[in-house]
């Protein structure tokens, strides 16, 4: 049955229940791709690159840290969580709507954002390289020097990454990571210290975005609600807030978790 709804920070939007995903699941009561995009991205255009077990999904962990857990999860979603993320391990989550039970230690919460694109003034940066695996060494660095968030061995496998690069040195870079149904989200936007105040990630967002749009999805993006220098960015390329949203993790206890 379909439903209109209003989603924080948006007009109206439609919403089709009682459909189901590429996996064959359910379609959540959370029927907008963005209330819970790292589950609408792992059961649809990116689950080639999921981890399943139950009702919990992950990336591949070399991909990303992000993982989803329903809202209403109990003690078995947090066993299987256990069971396939290991003793020990750090998840990461976005939005997380579940309390985690007793012994798993909470490791951060960042209070973010999430925005969308409105009015982005698109452009093809003629400056601007693709990235591949024969770059992510390089990317490492520059990421581990500017520290923009998440970004692992695998994580251009997401999507596109491009970068420009001066006297033959990465110096800034932008991609695409979480992938839902007719949305993809601009991340990894850092620029190397020297080369800041140049406008470089703002035009690599822009040349992010004109292939987003060109593939006929909507850009998004997620931030630190602290990021005011990086919201101010966003904002005047033409993005605007759609809805808070909490960053969280947690840790997988070492032994003695049961159900």
Same mark, same amino acid.
């Given at each position: 049955?379909?439903?209109?709804?209003?989603?924080?920070?948006?007009?109206?939007?439609?919403?089709?229940?009682g459909a189901t995903d590429l996996t064959g699941e359910a379609v959540r009561d959370t029927v907008h791709p963005l209330d819970d995009p790292v589950h609408s991205a792992l059961t649809g255009p990116q689950a080639a690159l999921a981890e399943r077990r139950g009702r919990v999904l992950r990336y591949q962990p070399d991909v990303s840290d992000w993982t989803a857990l329903p809202a209403d999860a109990g003690p078995e979603d947090w066993h299987d969580l256990a069971e396939l993320a290991g003793p020990?391990?750090?998840?990461?989550?976005?939005?997380l709507a579940a309390t985690p039970p007793a012994g798993w230690e909470l490791t951060f919460h960042v +209070?973010?954002?999430?925005?969308?694109?409105?009015e982005t003034d698109l452009d093809h940066d003629p400056e601007?390289?693709? &990235? *591949?695996?024969?770059?992510v060494p390089e990317m490492l660095e520059l990421v581990e020097r500017t520290r923009p968030g998440p970004f692992l061995r695998r994580t251009v496998e997401a999507g596109t990454y491009l970068g420009i690069r001066r006297e033959g040195h990465l110096?800034?870079?932008?991609?695409?990571?979480?992938? +839902?149904t007719g949305w993809t989200e601009i991340s990894a936007v850092c620029t190397l210290d020297g080369y800041r105040g140049q406008g &470089? *990630?703002?035009?690599?967002v822009r040349a992010v975005a004109a292939g987003v749009r060109q593939r006929g999805e909507t850009p998004f993006l997620h931030a630190s609600a602290e990021n005011t220098s990086a919201l101010r960015l966003y904002e005047t390329l033409g993005f605007t807030l759609r809805r808070t949203i909490d960053f969280t993790g947690v840790r997988v206890p070492e032994s003695g978790w049961a159900r």
């Open positions: 049955m379909a439903e209109t709804y209003a989603a924080p920070g948006t007009g109206t939007i439609s919403g089709t229940y020990g391990t750090e998840v990461a989550f976005v939005g +209070p973010g954002v999430q925005l969308v694109d409105t601007a390289v693709h &990235l *591949g695996p024969a770059d110096v800034a870079m932008a991609g695409e990571r979480i992938h +839902p &470089l *990630g703002g035009r690599l």
